[in-house]
Each structure stands twice: as C-alpha cells, then as structure tokens.
C-alpha cells in the first residue's frame, strides 16, 4: 500500500511539472525538464522494484527508449522529424526561416501552433468557444428564449386591464364619471 502511494505521488509530481498548466502560469518546458521526469519515475520503480522490472515490461521499454507501438491507437500520435511539418494560421512554418518571419518581433506575441503529418495539409482550426462554454451558451439561449415565450404570453392579455385599452374611458371622462364609485358606503 505504501508503494502505491509512492508511485501515485511520483506519478502526479511528475505530470503537474509538465501539464499544460504549465503554458498558463508562463513556465517554459524544456526537453530537460521532460528527461529529469523520466529520472524520477525510473527512481520511484526503482524503490518499488528493487529486483527490476521484467524484460518484456511496457514501463521498463518505455524507460529503455524501446517499446513498439506498431499496431496500437498510441503509434498515430507519434511523429517522426522528418514527417513533421509545423502549422500557424493555417500556413506551413517552413524549417529555414525563423519565426519572428511569420509573426513579427513583438516578444508578447502568444501564438499556437500544430504539428502535422507532411501532406496532410493544414490541420483543422481551433473552435472559438469550448464545448463547456458552447453548452453554457445553448442553455442561457434556451432559458432566455422560454423567458421571452412567458412575457410575451403575458404581454398579450395583460394590456387589455390596463387604462388606455379601455374603450369607454372617453366617454367617462367626457361625462366626468371617472371618480364615481358604485359601491355603498
């Protein structure tokens, strides 16, 4: 149990040094950074397996730099260098030219680009609004549409007890029976 928790602890310490939380609180990631997490998960097997993992183990090729993914989902995701092409408002980043070519020299400038297979063309864009924010959106559309439905009913006969829409009130104030009460008193 107390293994667990080391390799649960490692495992998250690691993964929060290299989220994407990291791009938000402008913390530069390096290829170092990604090598000193590999370090430190190896050591935290290591405590846990002091005899060493088995040859044919997925986590002891993955630390090894060996492990096939031939004919597995996770072998899509992986590109080579030389298949790569790097994309940015929809144009190819050519590898010669610098990127302060395509944007400028402003040093704030924050811009995402993609990676993608050579000759797949340009990747799709980015959605404006998330899903969350798209269904936020949908339901304050809906809430405010069934409130419009409600007033707008209500509108329709409520006008008819009003003081304008009354068609003899001309004629009572020409008579000047406005102020006239018909009850006892």
């Given at each position: 149990d107390n293994m667990k928790e080391v390799l649960n602890?490692?495992?998250?310490?690691?993964?929060?040094?290299?989220s994407s939380k990291q791009v938000a609180a402008n913390v530069c990631i390096t290829e170092g950074d990604i090598e000193e997490g590999l370090r430190?998960?190896?050591?935290?097997?290591?405590?846990?397996?002091?005899?060493?993992?088995?040859?044919?183990?997925?986590?002891?090729?993955e630390f090894e730099n060996k492990e096939d993914l031939s004919g597995q989902q996770a072998s899509l995701k992986i590109l080579e260098k030389e298949s790569a092409q790097l994309w940015w408002a929809g144009k190819e980043l050519q590898k010669n030219k610098k990127l302060c070519d395509y944007i400028g020299k402003n040093?704030?400038?924050?811009?995402?680009?993609k990676l993608q297979k050579r000759g797949m063309g340009a990747p799709a864009r980015e959605p404006v609004f998330s899903e969350d924010e798209q269904k936020k959106m949908m339901s304050y559309a809906y809430r405010r549409q069934e409130?419009?439905?409600?007033?707008?009913?209500?509108?329709?006969?409520?006008?008819?007890?009003?003081?304008?829409?009354?068609?003899?009130?001309?004629?009572?104030?020409?008579?000047?029976l406005n102020s006239v009460s018909w009850r006892p008193r």
């Open positions: 602890k490692t495992v998250s310490e690691v993964k929060n040094s290299i430190i998960l190896q050591g935290a097997v290591t405590i846990v397996y002091p005899m060493g993992l088995p040859p044919h183990d997925p986590i002891k090729l040093e704030k400038t924050k811009i995402i680009a409130e419009m439905k409600k007033l707008d009913e209500t509108n329709q006969e409520e006008y008819l007890n009003s003081d304008w829409a009354d068609p003899n009130a001309l004629k009572r104030n020409f008579h000047n």
